[in-house]
């Protein structure tokens, strides 16, 4: 949706965006007085301004006090093209999302790729499968993402995996996500929690970081919109579901703390609904007021 000055959304976007960018002169946005980040944002939140204009749209997103970043891809340009873009404006990718299949094919693509992008982290958002999502999947999964963090690691490079909530079908005494998690090494697969892929299926986000605790080094911060169905093991909700942090279901006191003693070392908001302009400003505002 395209908002002019004269639509009363538009109008609350542009204030939220002159909030967070005089804020952002007195400290990093997002950062307060318990949580301390680093906290940056997933561009695939602002996935349909970037179709239509890039340099734009990054402007917008250093306007919110953003520094860090997490890529999901480069909008028809070339890495090092994207790259030129990003430093003109002091923004610093950390991490991205590659496809699977690319781990599995290609993964000395992926390496020069990260590295062009001057990425520290290459991570895998999705297993391509049939639903249910099953242990033979799973167990070759691991496998590609075993090769695959052995290969990154020879260019100076992490791979990670993030949940998205079909890994959770009950398998023996635990789930689909444990096997994977005692499948794949430690000292070569990293995780990243999304906290509403963690608690879509019905987990609970807390428990797990504490059982898993530094394998966890990426978090996405995302809320759930209140009266959302749980329980669920299809990695699929609609992003209207994606709510601005502190207005949904979460329990950001609880889970950040949680977060930080098992070591996260990176946060990332991600924000898929149609309403992310309006919404990542008071994330961020929640995130510097929370305390824990």
Not at 37 to 55: C, E, H, M, T, W
Request: with cysteine.
């Amino acid at each position: 949706m395209k908002l002019s000055l004269f639509h009363p959304l538009g109008l609350f976007a542009l204030a939220g965006l002159a909030t967070a960018t005089m804020a952002a002169e007195r400290h990093p946005a997002g950062i307060g007085s318990s949580f301390k980040g680093p906290i940056g944002l997933q561009l695939y939140s602002l996935r349909d301004q970037f179709a239509k204009n890039v340099p734009a749209t990054l402007d917008q997103v250093r306007r919110l006090g953003i520094e860090y970043i997490e890529l999901a891809g480069t909008y028809n340009l070339a890495p090092e093209k994207f790259k030129e873009q990003l430093d003109a404006r002091g923004l610093k990718p950390i991490s991205g999302h590659f496809p699977f299949e690319r781990y599995r094919d290609d993964v000395e693509g992926v390496a020069r790729d990260a590295k062009a992008l001057g990425l520290q982290y290459a991570g895998c958002a999705w297993i391509p499968h049939q639903d249910p999502f099953d242990e033979k999947t799973c167990r070759e999964a691991a496998a590609v993402f075993n090769r695959a963090g052995e290969a990154l690691a020879k260019h100076g490079l992490k791979f990670f995996y993030h949940t998205h909530g079909y890994e959770f079908q009950p398998h023996g005494n635990g789930t689909l996500f444990d096997l994977l998690m005692s499948e794949t090494d430690p000292k070569r697969v990293r995780y990243q929690m999304d906290v509403f892929w963690i608690v879509h299926p019905g987990q609970d986000p807390m428990r797990l970081l504490e059982k898993y605790g530094s394998r966890f080094e990426l978090m996405h911060v995302k809320d759930m919109r209140k009266g959302t169905p749980t329980g669920l093991l299809t990695g699929h909700s609609d992003v209207t579901n994606d709510v601005a942090l502190g207005t949904g279901i979460m329990d950001w006191p609880a889970i950040l703390g949680a977060a930080k003693k098992a070591g996260v070392k990176w946060y990332f908001i991600e924000d898929e609904s149609p309403t992310s302009v309006e919404q990542i400003p008071k994330s961020l505002h929640l995130l510097e007021q929370v305390r824990f």
